[in-house]
């Protein structure tokens, strides 16, 4: 078992003296994209061959359930695994990089991680009865984080549910925006398509990943010219609830909308469709929602989520930077109760590594390895 060092306390529970405190800067930009193989399979593929399309709504009512004893679930990757392949990527495009006189590669970024981590912190002033945890580790300048899994063995109905947001992306997008969506084939939920995305948060340099449900576009697109990817319009795809329940709408406006919202700000996206199904998984109606309009009259500020994920960030660097140890992994735990995050560096020979060795020692300087 690894060893915890000495655990340090940081309070990170907003103040309402920072809902006055202006948006801060941020912009954001696609610079590339990777695919990943799902099934038992799983394999980097360093193009687009899983981008998908949404060229317009489908006609409900939508069956989910439809050929849901074929799915092909996700499997069991580590949690490390998916910073693996923003770490492949890297690796394949040097042109990220850059030497120092001691041979060394610098990535001018303070941070890289997947967008997912980004939004659950932009989320963390709103939480108040859910822990979750990430770790950490700092390269040559650099801050990587990764998710760790925290979740309970979910039961077939529970699995089932969660199968049916990945039956409404089938419905709504196809390989090719000519072509209706095939809903025929089995569900791969672990097969997907991600971009990388640059952004500035303050001062701060992000580097991340994130999964696209699909591209909006009424012909195919040639992502590898630059100003097409830059000028790329990704929907992101929702399951809601049809007929919701007074706790149900309040849950919806106080949290769920925040998370989907900061989804989507992150990488750029304008819209979000949602398919709302009733409790037997037909969906009823499709709306879509425009990502600019959704903060409008909720009970969350998003100049307050954006202005903690700034200083979060600022905090976790100085953590990080303060160690200063390449080897060394960090884990940042969440205690909702106390609205406070606890960290502590994690020793030991038995410490998972969130860093590759591969990219490590191309990061050094001494290997020319591209492979995980």
Not at 46 to 59: E, I
Request: net charge neutral.
């Amino acid at each position: 078992m690894a060893q915890l060092s000495n655990s340090f306390v940081m309070n990170t529970k907003l103040t309402s003296r920072w809902n006055p405190i202006p948006f801060p800067f941020f912009k954001t930009k696609a610079i590339g994209y990777y695919s990943i193989s799902g099934g038992v399979d799983r394999k980097f593929y360093d193009d687009a061959r899983y981008l998908t399309y949404y060229s317009k709504k489908p006609a409900p009512p939508l069956d989910l359930n439809a050929g849901i004893e074929q799915v092909v679930r996700h499997g069991n990757d580590p949690d490390h695994y998916p910073l693996y392949m923003v770490c492949q990527y890297i690796s394949n495009h040097r042109e990220l990089l850059r030497a120092t006189d001691s041979g060394e590669l610098i990535l001018d970024a303070d941070f890289v991680t997947r967008r997912g981590i980004l939004s659950i912190i932009m989320c963390t002033p709103y939480i108040h009865a859910s822990n979750y945890r990430f770790m950490a580790s700092y390269l040559n300048g650099t801050t990587y984080i990764s998710a760790v899994s925290m979740k309970e063995t979910l039961s077939k109905t529970a699995l089932d549910r969660c199968s049916w947001g990945f039956k409404f992306e089938q419905y709504c997008t196809s390989y090719d925006p000519n072509v209706e969506p095939d809903t025929s084939m089995p569900v791969i939920e672990d097969e997907d398509f991600n971009c990388i995305f640059r952004a500035q948060l303050g001062e701060l340099r992000l580097m991340f990943a994130a999964e696209m449900d699909g591209l909006r576009s009424n012909k195919k697109v040639d992502l590898r010219i630059p100003e097409v990817l830059d000028s790329t319009d990704f929907v992101e795809m929702k399951t809601g609830i049809y007929e919701k329940t007074p706790r149900q709408r309040q849950a919806f406006e106080s949290y769920t909308s925040l998370k989907w919202w900061s989804q989507s700000f992150l990488s750029g996206g304008k819209t979000i469709v949602e398919g709302l199904r009733d409790a037997n998984g037909i969906v009823r109606k499709i709306n879509e929602h425009e990502v600019a309009e959704i903060p409008k009259n909720k009970p969350w500020k998003r100049n307050l989520s954006a202005v903690f994920l700034k200083h979060f960030l600022e905090e976790v660097k100085q953590i990080l930077k303060g160690i200063d140890d390449p080897y060394a992994v960090v884990q940042f735990d969440f205690e909702p109760m106390e609205g406070l995050f606890i960290y502590h560096k994690l020793q030991g020979p038995n410490v998972q590594q969130i860093i590759p060795d591969f990219y490590r020692q191309m990061m050094r300087g001494t290997a020319n390895s591209t492979q995980i």
